[in-house]
């Protein structure tokens, strides 16, 4: 790792080693915890949404249900976990804990109110007891009271009622965490800066279920006979989490700094995010899965990459990616390519001629004696299924044709059948009958 690479980052005025943070989740959910995270790498910690003590919290037992496929385990994780089940005051003191003994990590809370009084009244004692900054839970997806959880996520009004709230409550930064359960992200996103908010950070667990019980036809997780539709998060959600985090990017009216979360769970990972727009990226599910070491490769990974391509500050970085997100639209329709093959380097496994045949466009014939695939270009489609399903990297390749190249009309099977047609072409401006 270069020592000319700076990863610190400036996030609302405070400023962060790394860029990376624990999410607020089961993995920042007590002082003996985070310490441990910051002993590991972690820039700073939001800590598990605090509850005021109004009600008692008690989560549902069991809390949680994994998604494996094949030889992938926690692809995805579907919890029913509610907010802190810890007494307030045990949370500030866990906060004053760790401001005293790590007063460079950032600490930030997380904070989820039933009313104005009860949103107002968590800022100050966070604030009061050490937090560096504020994050709003607008976004709980389980917790489904109107006026909560992902439900105020959806009513923009209280979106915006309940930032200015917190705003005239503290001086600290304030983050609105936003519900990914929702088409357009921006919109709830500007009611919050309305309110006041310093940043937005996305994405939240979407609501799914992982599975369903074959014996009994309980839904996942199954909590003595009953289930929920509930947060889902991990690696099958970050293109859900990319997706918002690059559409508020482009949002010039928003331009608020943004914090990425949303199945991360390597320095790649972590990368996309800042290049589509993240300041910082937040990390719950891949902790859940590796532990906290996990940072040591993204630390390491992100400063390799950097010094790679003489990139000295990891501020450069955001934001990176998103002048080359268009609209398909804008796409230039004349460039076509196909695919090219090293066959010296096949194995003969014969997926690649599978997936063409039956679901491309049946550019691959077969050797069977020498069991190789045989490329006919004029029938590819340049769709890459072969080159993803490959098990040889770097055997199938993408070749840019030369623009006088034209692709094969997809065959019809019986030409004779053109005189029995019943059909007129449609013209858009066909006068009315
Ligand atoms: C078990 C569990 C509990 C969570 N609890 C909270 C919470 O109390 N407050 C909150 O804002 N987000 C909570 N989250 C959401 C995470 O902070 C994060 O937004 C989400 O899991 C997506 O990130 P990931 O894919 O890295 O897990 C929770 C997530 C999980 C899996
Ligand atoms: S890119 Fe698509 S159409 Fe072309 S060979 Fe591969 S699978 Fe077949
Ligand atoms: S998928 Fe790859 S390795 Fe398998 S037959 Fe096709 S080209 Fe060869």
Not at 13 to 35: D, I, R, T, W
Not at 61 to 77: D, F, L, Q, T, W
Not at 156 to 176: G, R, Y
Not at 220 to 232: E, L, Q
Request: aromatic share 8%.
């Amino acid at each position: 790792m270069s020592d000319k690479i700076d990863l610190s980052i400036d996030f609302c005025g405070k400023k962060f080693k790394n860029p990376f943070l624990l999410s607020s989740s089961p993995v920042s959910n007590s002082a003996e915890m985070v310490a441990q995270s910051f002993e590991a790498g972690w820039a700073g910690v939001v800590f598990k949404t605090l509850n005021s003590d109004r009600i008692p919290i008690i989560h549902p037992s069991p809390r949680m249900h994994c998604i494996n496929y094949g030889n992938k385990r926690e692809i995805a994780v579907q919890n029913v976990e509610m907010i802190s089940d810890r007494p307030l005051k045990h949370n500030l003191m866990d906060f004053l804990y760790l401001k005293k003994k790590y007063p460079d990590n950032i600490l930030i809370a997380s904070i989820m109110g039933f009313s104005v009084e009860e949103w107002s009244y968590l800022a100050k004692a966070a604030e009061d007891n050490g937090a560096d900054m504020l994050e709003l839970n607008f976004s709980c997806p389980h917790i489904s009271v109107e006026g909560a959880g992902y439900k105020v996520g959806q009513a923009f009004h209280l979106i915006e009622q309940f930032t200015a709230a917190v705003k005239k409550s503290v001086t600290i930064p304030v983050i609105a965490k936003m519900t990914p359960n929702i088409t357009d992200m921006n919109e709830p996103a500007l009611f919050a800066k309305n309110g006041g908010a310093d940043a937005i950070s996305a994405i939240n667990t979407v609501r799914g279920i992982s599975g369903v019980g074959l014996d009994d036809w309980v839904p996942k997780p199954n909590v003595f006979g009953k289930s929920a539709i509930s947060g889902t998060s991990g690696p099958a959600v970050k293109p859900i989490g990319l997706n918002f985090i690059a559409t508020m990017a482009q949002c010039q009216e928003l331009g608020l700094p943004l914090s990425g979360i949303g199945g991360i769970e390597t320095w790649i990972d972590a990368l996309e995010f800042i290049v589509l727009g993240s300041s910082t990226i937040q990390v719950t599910t891949g902790i859940m899965h590796y532990g906290y070491g996990i940072v040591e490769d993204m630390i390491e990974g992100l400063s390799d990459c950097m010094a790679e391509r003489g990139i000295k500050r990891v501020s450069d970085l955001v934001g990176k990616a998103v002048p080359n997100l268009y609209e398909t639209n804008q796409f230039d329709f004349a460039r076509q390519g196909i695919t090219q093959y090293d066959t010296d380097l096949c194995i003969g496994c014969g997926q690649c001629y599978t997936v063409c045949n039956d679901a491309a466009g049946q550019a691959l014939e077969w050797d069977s004696a020498n069991r190789l695939p045989r490329l006919n270009e004029d029938k590819c489609l340049s769709c890459m299924l072969c080159q993803f399903i490959c098990p040889v990297p770097g055997l199938i390749t993408y070749k840019e044709m030369p623009a006088e190249w034209q692709r094969q009309e997809t065959a019809v099977m019986d030409k004779n059948l053109e005189k029995d047609l019943n059909y007129q072409p449609f013209i858009m401006d066909a006068p009315a009958a």
